[in-house]
């Protein structure tokens, strides 16, 4: 069983609906990591987590500690957002990566 | 121009041969890593190094050599290529560590004939 678990793996969804990922683990964290990676391959931190909830524009993160579980939400989602959504959870010096979730908006 | 830049992009090589990733950063930042992403797999981390002369295995590191003599480079070697290493690798730099946010490269892609 990996230690990070994404889903869905793959999601298609119209412009403007509201965006769910989900992130589970299974081994103690100091923090957690939303990544995003753009078709051409590039990779950007969105957020890193260790309680609570963050808000950046139409994003936003949360985490439940004790549930070792992480949520993604997309607020009016634009057709910019397709991307595929990498969770990542630090234990120590190093971060283990989800598989991704492929996110594609259509207009 | 500052960031973090990886050099080549692309390289095509052949199984035996040997190959080196550069990867260079302007932050100064303490830490850099190494991870090959898959099909299939999360990013995996190869190599990491906290400060320049020391550096540490992570979880795929076989068929691997890195260095790092100075903070603002960490060249990744391949010293006999196999298919297997056939990969997109991503090189990314961080400040610190505990919960400190990793910056990435644009990636290399490598294909091992």
């Known amino acids: 069983k990996n230690e990070v678990e994404q889903s869905p793996q793959n999601l298609t969804a119209q412009e403007g609906e509201f965006i769910t990922i989900n992130c589970s683990y299974s081994?103690?964290?100091?923090?957690l990591h939303w990544l995003q990676q753009h078709p051409g391959g590039g990779i950007v931190s969105l957020f890193m987590?260790?309680?609570g909830k963050k808000k950046h524009g139409r994003l936003i993160a949360t985490i439940n500690i004790q549930e070792k579980h992480s949520s993604l939400h997309i607020t009016a989602s634009h057709p910019r957002d397709s991307a595929v959504y990498i969770c990542a959870v630090r234990g120590n010096e190093k971060l283990t990566f989800g598989t991704g979730t492929r996110l594609t908006i259509i207009p | 121009d500052a960031g973090i830049t990886q050099s080549p992009r692309y390289k095509i090589t052949e199984t035996g041969r040997q190959v080196t990733l550069m990867c260079h950063q302007t932050w100064s930042h303490s830490y850099m890593f190494w991870y090959r992403q898959d099909l299939g797999h999360g990013l995996r981390l190869i190599y990491y190094?906290?400060?320049?002369?020391?550096?540490d295995k992570g979880e795929v590191p076989d068929g691997y050599v890195v260095s790092r003599s100075k903070t603002e480079n960490f060249p990744l070697t391949l010293e006999s290529a196999t298919r297997s290493q056939t990969s997109v690798y991503f090189c990314?730099?961080?400040?610190?560590?505990?919960?400190?946010?990793?910056?990435f490269g644009p990636g290399t892609r490598l294909t091992v004939l």
């Open positions: 081994v103690g964290i100091s923090a």
């Open positions: 987590l260790s309680s």
């Open positions: 990314a730099s961080s400040p610190g560590t505990g919960t400190d946010t990793q910056y």
């Open positions: 190094s906290a400060a320049a002369d020391i550096t």
